[in-house]
């Protein structure tokens, strides 16, 4: 368990309730390491308990903004209908995340006006638009950005993807977090995702030993 914490270089060497302070949000899990525990500790307890829905919102936490978002458009693309057109929030995001700058971040701000209204990939979007803990660009970089604006813009992603996963939703949040943490290695996080669990059909011809391709043949 130890080795799946080790080696986050990325992750800024504060203690976690520091980190989880400054994204203005806590856990809900209560918990017995010390309050000057880095995140690592805190994580590999949040594990040894289950507490899978915490380790998630600690990692948005701990993730530095450019990570963090990078970690939320591959949540995101797990949520897009197969076949569908990738939403241009997410495209966008993805865009600045490998060419961060102001033309990137003012053309993934501009598609948060003109998404659809159930483009929920407009979190990224504005993840991005406030990545420096500012409102935006121009007049916008005079105001500042909501507390823990990006943490809550990524971890909301996430959950919506988990949602998206309804039927394997615990091994995928453990594969969104051993994403969070590759990342945090300086990996790019492109873990798969967990395979759909047999139909009961399914389950039933592998009970029974019966080549389900025979059955259908037969």
């Known amino acids: 368990m130890a080795d799946r914490f080790s080696d986050l270089r990325k992750i800024p060497r504060q203690p976690a309730a520091r980190l989880l302070a400054a994204a203005n949000t806590k856990l809900t899990a209560e918990i017995a390491a010390p309050a000057a525990a880095p995140v690592e500790a805190v994580l590999a307890e949040l594990a040894e308990r289950g507490e899978r829905i915490d380790m998630l919102r600690l990692l948005a936490a701990a993730l530095p903004a ?10 995101a693309r797990d949520a897009v209908t197969e076949g569908a057109p990738v939403p241009p929030p997410l495209a966008a995001a993805e865009i600045w995340v490998f060419k961060p700058g102001d033309e990137t971040r003012a053309a993934a701000a501009a598609t948060i006006e003109a998404a659809e209204p159930d483009d929920d990939t407009t979190l990224l979007a504005r993840a991005v638009a406030m990545h420096d803990g500012k409102l935006g660009l121009g007049e916008m970089q005079a105001h500042e950005a909501p507390p823990g604006a990006v943490p809550a813009f990524v971890f909301g992603m996430v959950t919506i993807a ?3 996963m309804e039927d394997r939703a615990e091994p995928y949040m453990d594969t969104l977090a051993d994403r969070a943490l590759d990342i945090a290695r300086g990996g790019d996080g ?4 967990p395979p759909a669990p047999p139909s009961p059909q399914e389950q039933a011809f592998a009970e029974a ?10």
Do not use: K, N, S, T
């Open 66 to 75: 450019r990570e963090a978002i990078w970690w939320g458009c591959l949540a």
């Open 162 to 164: 988990i949602g998206a």
């Open 190 to 193: 492109r873990l798969p995702v």
């Open 209 to 218: 030993g019966i080549d389900p391709a025979q059955a259908v043949e037969e």
